[in-house]
């Protein structure tokens, strides 16, 4: 029995997942605006369980609305994020099932139109709805995609400030995904869903080195999303679910010369001039 629930639960993650890849194509078509939730750039564990997390508990908890979880890299990078890939694959989620930078033209969604019609006193005024988006894991756009911020409409991030949003969560935490957690406990107390709370307890764990005071990231609030998280999965062994996510992050013989450059890689820009940083593991 508990073999069939677990079954169930993934496969309602698995079943959200697959709706909206059919529903991408007709996009312009819904009658309600669409909300894109989107992590940074580096499109680590942290920044894709943010995403992901918050876009499935905000599509479950609104009925009809349409809630898409970008990951903000292109879709060939995607195996380069080598413990994202991982605990996705733990929950059944590969490649085919996520949204990426190629998967969607997000400016031009973002610049679509929705007129709505609604009849008040036999008369018929017209109201303009854009689609908006919510930012994780980072609280300014990139350059490329500045032209967007009047549609961002909520941030939540553990990076330093850099925005004045009036709709900003920003603390620095140990992980992004405490922050998301404890929103969407706000926002539903009886939150139970296990995908969600093992990624998330998963990412916390590898964030925070494990939780421990020496490394300098934990902060109660990690601690005690941690708890919560485990109040309903049961007592988890954190310490060989931390060694097997540093092994997948260290995981990098598969990788090309190319791949190991693009694996890490952050680009700068101002004034014109690109800048790209990317760090490359020393191998023996």
Same mark, same amino acid.
């Given at each position: 029995? &508990?073999?069939?629930?677990?079954?169930?639960?993934?496969?309602?993650?698995?079943?959200?997942?697959?709706?909206?890849?059919?529903?991408?194509?007709?996009?312009? @078509?819904?009658?309600?605006?669409?909300?894109?939730? $989107?992590?940074?750039?580096?499109?680590?564990?942290?920044?894709?369980?943010?995403?992901?997390?918050?876009?499935?508990?905000?599509?479950?908890?609104?009925?009809?609305?349409?809630?898409?979880?970008?990951?903000?890299?292109?879709?060939?990078?995607?195996?380069?994020?080598?413990?994202?890939?991982?605990?996705?694959? /733990?929950?059944?989620?590969?490649?085919?099932?996520?949204?990426?930078?190629?998967?969607?033209?997000?400016?031009?969604? $973002?610049?679509? /139109?929705?007129?709505?019609?609604?009849?008040?006193?036999?008369?018929?005024?017209?109201?303009?709805?854009?689609?908006?988006?919510?930012?994780?894991?980072?609280?300014?756009?990139? %350059?490329?995609? &500045?032209?967007?911020?009047?549609?961002?409409?909520?941030?939540?991030?553990?990076?330093?400030?850099?925005?004045?949003?009036?709709?900003? !969560?920003?603390?620095?935490?140990?992980?992004?995904?405490?922050?998301?957690?404890? *929103?969407?406990?706000?926002?539903?107390?009886?939150?139970?869903?296990?995908?969600?709370?093992?990624?998330?307890?998963?990412?916390?764990?590898?964030?925070?080195?494990?939780? *421990?005071?020496?490394?300098? =990231?934990? !902060?109660?609030?990690?601690?005690?999303?941690?708890?919560? @998280? %485990? /109040?309903?999965?049961?007592?988890?062994?954190?310490?060989?679910?931390?060694?097997?996510?540093?092994?997948?992050?260290?995981?990098?013989?598969?990788? !090309?010369?190319?791949?190991?450059?693009? =694996?890490?890689? &952050?680009?700068?820009?101002?004034?014109?001039?690109?800048?790209?940083?990317?760090?490359?593991?020393?191998?023996?």
């Amino acid at each position: 029995t &508990k073999l069939i629930l677990l079954d169930s639960l993934l496969q309602e993650m698995l079943s959200w997942l697959t709706s909206l890849q059919s529903l991408l194509p007709r996009l312009s @078509c819904l009658p309600s605006p669409v909300t894109v939730v $989107m992590g940074n750039q580096a499109c680590d564990l942290d920044s894709g369980v943010s995403c992901l997390t918050l876009a499935f508990h905000r599509a479950a908890a609104q009925p009809g609305s349409t809630v898409l979880p970008m990951f903000n890299i292109h879709s060939q990078d995607f195996p380069l994020k080598t413990e994202l890939v991982a605990v996705l694959a /733990e929950e059944n989620i590969h490649a085919e099932h996520l949204i990426f930078r190629d998967t969607l033209d997000l400016a031009s969604m $973002m610049n679509m /139109e929705l007129v709505l019609v609604i009849v008040i006193n036999c008369s018929l005024p017209a109201f303009s709805i854009w689609n908006r988006m919510v930012l994780v894991d980072h609280n300014v756009l990139t %350059e490329e995609d &500045k032209e967007l911020e009047s549609r961002v409409v909520e941030i939540i991030d553990h990076h330093a400030k850099e925005t004045d949003h009036e709709n900003a !969560t920003i603390e620095q935490v140990g992980s992004c995904s405490s922050l998301v957690l404890r *929103q969407i406990i706000a926002e539903s107390p009886s939150f139970q869903d296990l995908s969600c709370l093992r990624m998330i307890l998963k990412t916390i764990l590898l964030d925070t080195v494990q939780l *421990q005071p020496a490394a300098k =990231r934990v !902060t109660p609030l990690d601690v005690e999303m941690v708890e919560k @998280c %485990e /109040e309903v999965l049961g007592p988890q062994d954190r310490g060989e679910m931390f060694r097997r996510l540093v092994e997948e992050k260290s995981r990098v013989d598969h990788l !090309t010369v190319g791949q190991l450059c693009r =694996r890490d890689l &952050k680009v700068v820009s101002k004034d014109g001039v690109r800048i790209a940083l990317s760090s490359v593991p020393m191998l023996a």
